[in-house]
Nanobody, 122 residues
Framework: QVRLEESGGGLVQPGGSLRLSCAAS????????MAWYRQAPGKQRDLVAT???????NVADSVKDRFTISRDNANNTVYLQMNSLKPEDTAVYYC????????????????WGQGTQVTVSS
């Protein structure tokens, strides 16, 4: 099996910064795309940023110029650097990974982290 473990969430004042981390572990052959999603109370889960295995990144317009996604392939980890945080960034942030497991190189499985709360408030 594969597990995604997130860390780095918390309470921050408007204008502050946080860095989220998500480490994948388990029977991993290769990780293709990794991403961050977020879900605010009463709203749908939205895509925040994606990054390919080669480092090609895309960030949602709503957070462009404030959020940066990166990854460390050697450690199966993806990061989300969040700067100039706003109250509307308050949400549970979820990590996503598209994984080829060592047990089946012909099939890509999708995994999610358990979510980490980010609260932006004064």
């Amino acid at each position: 099996q594969v597990r995604l473990e997130e860390s780095g969430g918390g309470l921050v004042q408007p204008g502050g910064s946080l860095r989220l981390s998500c480490a994948a572990s388990g029977s991993i052959g290769r990780i293709n795309a990794m991403a961050w999603y977020r879900q605010a109370p009463g709203k749908q889960r939205d895509l925040v940023a994606t990054i390919s295995s080669t480092g090609a990144a895309n960030v949602a317009d709503s957070v462009k110029d404030r959020f940066t996604i990166s990854r460390d392939n050697a450690n199966n980890t993806v990061y989300l650097q969040m700067n100039s945080l706003k109250p509307e960034d308050t949400a549970v942030y979820y990590c996503y990974a598209a994984v080829i497991r060592r047990s089946d190189w012909n099939y890509e499985s999708i995994y999610w982290g358990q979510g980490t709360q980010v609260t932006v408030s004064s």
